[in-house]
C-alpha cells in the first residue's frame, strides 16, 4: 500500500450540504492507493497517517479537480466566418438554415483524418487540463453517418491514452440531419442514429446517449425512439432542451432518469420541480449563451429554489460556444446566469461529476473518492470565479500523484 499526505494547504472540499465550499483551513489532505484516506485540520491528522510521504504545498489552495461534463471538442475546421455573419445580423438558427452550422462541421470533420482530428482535439484539452480539469465529456454528432460518428467516439476514446483526463463519450448522432437525409428525419433515426447506437455500445464506445430537441433538430417523438434503444441496451441518457424553444424535452428527459438536461433557457418554471423530483442536473451553458447574444436566461431561481443542482461547462464546439476555458465557463455563470461564486465552483466539480454519473469518484474532496485535485495559486476559491484569464493553475494531484502544472 502507498500513501501520501498533502499538507500546508486550505482545502474546499465541496462536500454538499457544507457551507462555504467546506472550506478546511491549515489542511491535510490523506492519500492511499490513488483515493483520498482522510481530509482536515493539521492538528487533527490521526496517527494512522503521520508515516506517510509528506508533500508541502505552501500554503495553497486545493479544490477537486474539476469536470467538464458537457463538450463536442472532436471536430474539424472552424467556424469563425459564422462568427462574421451573426455580427452582421444574421442568427443561429438562419445560418443552420442555410446550410452552415453543425452541417459545415460535418463536412470539415468527415474529410479530416483520424490523426488530424485528434491532434485538434488535443489542443482543447490541453487548455481545460491547464484550468485544472480531469474529467472530460465529449459527444459525436459531427458525423452523422454511422462510420464517422463511430470514427468521431474512437478518437474520443484516445485522448485518455495520450493525456491525463478521464473521457466519458456519449453518443449525439441526432443532433443534426445530414443532407443526404433532408425532409427525412424519420428514416434518419432508423437508418443511422439506433442501429449506430447498437454498434458503439457492442464496441465499447459510447457511456451516455444524448440529442438535441430542438425545432432545427430533433422532435421529442424522435427523441423518445432513440431513449427507447438506449433504455434497452442499459445506457443512461442526457438531452440538449430547452436552448431555443420549449419543445418539453427536459420533461421527456426526466421521464427516462436522465442524468442531465442542457441549455434550458426556454425552460418553464413550472417544469424545474420534475427535474428535482427525479434528480436530474440542469446543466447551464453560458458560453452559448454569450456567444449566440441571447437574450433569455435560464430560471435559475426556479431551479435553486427547488434544490435542483446546477452543474456548468464550457459546450466546447466550432459554432456557438467556440470556449475552451471552464474557468471563463464559471465566470460567466456568474456575470451572465448571477450564480454565485460558490455555485459556480460546484457547478464545475460536484455537479459536474452528478450530471455524467460519476459522482462517487469524482467532484468533493472526501474519503473513497480518486484522489484527482487542483492545487490553486489562490487564497480562496472565490478567486477561480472571479479572475478572467490567466494561468492560476499550480499543479494537478492525479490519483494522489503530485505533478506542477
Same mark, same amino acid.
Given at each position: 500500500?502507498?500513501?501520501?499526505?498533502?499538507?500546508?494547504?486550505? =482545502?474546499?472540499?465541496?462536500?454538499?450540504?457544507?457551507?462555504?465550499?467546506?472550506?478546511?483551513?491549515?489542511?491535510?489532505?490523506?492519500?492511499?492507493?490513488?483515493?483520498?484516506?482522510?481530509?482536515?485540520?493539521?492538528?487533527?491528522?490521526?496517527?494512522?497517517? $503521520?508515516?506517510?510521504?509528506?508533500?508541502?504545498?505552501?500554503?495553497?489552495?486545493?479544490?477537486?479537480?474539476?469536470?467538464?461534463?458537457?463538450?463536442?471538442?472532436?471536430?474539424?475546421?472552424?467556424? !469563425?466566418?459564422?462568427?462574421?455573419?451573426?455580427?452582421?445580423?444574421?442568427?443561429?438558427?438562419?445560418?443552420?438554415?442555410?446550410? +452552415?452550422?453543425?452541417?459545415?462541421?460535418?463536412?470539415?470533420?468527415?474529410?479530416?483524418?483520424?490523426?488530424?482530428?485528434? =491532434?485538434?482535439?488535443?489542443?482543447?484539452?490541453?487548455?481545460?487540463?491547464?484550468?485544472?480539469?480531469?474529467?472530460?465529456?465529449?459527444?459525436? +454528432?459531427?458525423?452523422?453517418?454511422?462510420?464517422?460518428?463511430? &470514427?468521431?467516439?474512437?478518437?474520443?476514446?484516445?485522448?485518455?491514452?495520450?493525456?491525463?483526463? &478521464?473521457?466519458?463519450?456519449?453518443?449525439?448522432? $441526432?443532433?443534426?440531419?445530414?443532407?443526404?437525409?433532408?425532409?427525412?428525419?424519420?428514416?434518419?433515426?432508423?437508418?443511422?442514429?439506433?442501429?449506430?447506437?447498437?454498434?458503439?455500445?457492442?464496441?465499447?464506445?459510447?457511456?451516455?446517449?444524448?440529442?438535441?430537441?430542438?425545432?432545427?433538430?430533433?422532435?421529442?417523438?424522435?427523441?423518445?425512439?432513440?431513449?427507447?434503444?438506449?433504455?434497452?441496451? +442499459?445506457?443512461?441518457?442526457?438531452?440538449?432542451?430547452?436552448?431555443?424553444?420549449?419543445?418539453? +424535452?427536459?420533461?421527456?428527459?426526466?421521464?427516462?432518469?436522465?442524468?442531465?438536461?442542457?441549455?434550458?433557457?426556454?425552460?418553464?418554471?413550472?417544469?424545474?420541480?420534475?427535474? !428535482?423530483?427525479?434528480?436530474?442536473?440542469?446543466?447551464?451553458?453560458?458560453? $452559448?449563451?454569450?456567444?449566440?447574444?441571447?437574450? &433569455?436566461?435560464?430560471?435559475?431561481?426556479?431551479?435553486?429554489?427547488?434544490?435542483?443542482?446546477? =452543474?456548468?461547462?464550457?459546450?466546447?464546439?466550432?459554432?456557438?460556444?467556440?470556449?475552451?476555458?471552464? &474557468?471563463? !465557463?464559471?465566470?460567466?455563470?456568474?456575470?451572465?446566469?448571477?450564480?454565485?461564486?460558490?455555485?459556480?465552483?460546484?457547478?464545475?466539480?460536484?455537479?459536474?461529476?452528478?450530471?455524467?454519473?460519476?459522482?462517487?469518484?469524482?467532484?468533493?474532496?472526501?474519503?473513497?473518492?480518486?484522489?484527482?485535485?487542483?492545487?490553486?495559486?489562490?487564497?480562496?476559491?472565490?478567486?477561480?470565479?472571479?479572475?478572467?484569464?490567466?494561468?492560476?493553475?499550480?499543479?494537478?494531484?492525479?490519483?494522489?500523484?503530485?505533478?506542477?502544472?
Amino acid at each position: 500500500m502507498t500513501g501520501r499526505v498533502f499538507t500546508h494547504c486550505r =482545502a474546499a472540499t465541496l462536500v454538499e450540504g457544507e457551507r462555504g465550499y467546506g472550506l478546511v483551513e491549515d489542511a491535510v489532505v490523506a492519500v492511499e492507493d490513488g483515493r483520498i484516506a482522510w481530509v482536515g485540520p493539521q492538528a487533527e491528522l490521526p496517527q494512522a497517517y $503521520a508515516g506517510f510521504e509528506q508533500v508541502d504545498l505552501g500554503g495553497a489552495l486545493v479544490t477537486p479537480a474539476l469536470v467538464d461534463c458537457h463538450t463536442h471538442l472532436v471536430f474539424g475546421g472552424d467556424r !469563425a466566418r459564422e462568427f462574421a455573419l451573426r455580427l452582421e445580423g444574421a442568427s443561429y438558427e438562419e445560418i443552420a438554415r442555410a446550410g +452552415g452550422g453543425i452541417r459545415s462541421t460535418v463536412s470539415a470533420t468527415r474529410a479530416a483524418s483520424d490523426e488530424d482530428l485528434l =491532434a485538434s482535439a488535443l489542443r482543447r484539452v490541453d487548455d481545460l487540463i491547464a484550468d485544472g480539469v480531469a474529467v472530460v465529456e465529449v459527444k459525436s +454528432g459531427y458525423g452523422l453517418s454511422i462510420e464517422h460518428e463511430l &470514427r468521431m467516439l474512437r478518437v474520443a476514446r484516445s485522448i485518455e491514452a495520450e493525456r491525463p483526463v &478521464r473521457i466519458v463519450t456519449s453518443w449525439l448522432a $441526432a443532433h443534426a440531419l445530414p443532407p443526404e437525409y433532408e425532409g427525412t428525419a424519420d428514416r434518419y433515426i432508423d437508418e443511422v442514429v439506433i442501429p449506430g447506437l447498437e454498434d458503439a455500445a457492442a464496441e465499447g464506445l459510447v457511456d451516455e446517449v444524448d440529442g438535441f430537441c430542438e425545432g432545427i433538430g430533433f422532435t421529442p417523438d424522435q427523441i423518445r425512439r432513440v431513449f427507447d434503444t438506449a433504455r434497452e441496451l +442499459g445506457i443512461r441518457v442526457k438531452l440538449h432542451a430547452e436552448q431555443l424553444s420549449d419543445l418539453k +424535452g427536459a420533461v421527456l428527459a426526466a421521464e427516462y432518469d436522465a442524468l442531465s438536461v442542457d441549455h434550458l433557457e426556454w425552460l418553464a418554471p413550472e417544469d424545474v420541480p420534475t427535474l !428535482a423530483e427525479k434528480g436530474v442536473v440542469a446543466v447551464l451553458l453560458p458560453g $452559448a449563451f454569450y456567444a449566440l447574444r441571447e437574450t &433569455r436566461l435560464p430560471p435559475i431561481d426556479a431551479l435553486r429554489e427547488a434544490g435542483v443542482a446546477m =452543474a456548468l461547462a464550457t459546450d466546447c464546439n466550432p459554432g456557438s460556444s467556440p470556449l475552451s476555458s471552464l &474557468r471563463l !465557463a464559471m465566470n460567466m455563470g456568474c456575470t451572465l446566469f448571477r450564480l454565485t461564486a460558490e455555485e459556480a465552483l460546484a457547478g464545475a466539480t460536484r455537479n459536474g461529476a452528478k450530471a455524467l454519473g460519476l459522482g462517487a469518484e469524482y467532484g468533493t474532496i472526501e474519503p473513497g473518492k480518486r484522489a484527482d485535485l487542483a492545487v490553486w495559486d489562490v487564497s480562496h476559491p472565490d478567486y477561480l470565479s472571479y479572475w478572467i484569464g490567466g494561468r492560476l493553475l499550480r499543479g494537478r494531484i492525479t490519483a494522489g500523484t503530485y505533478t506542477h502544472a
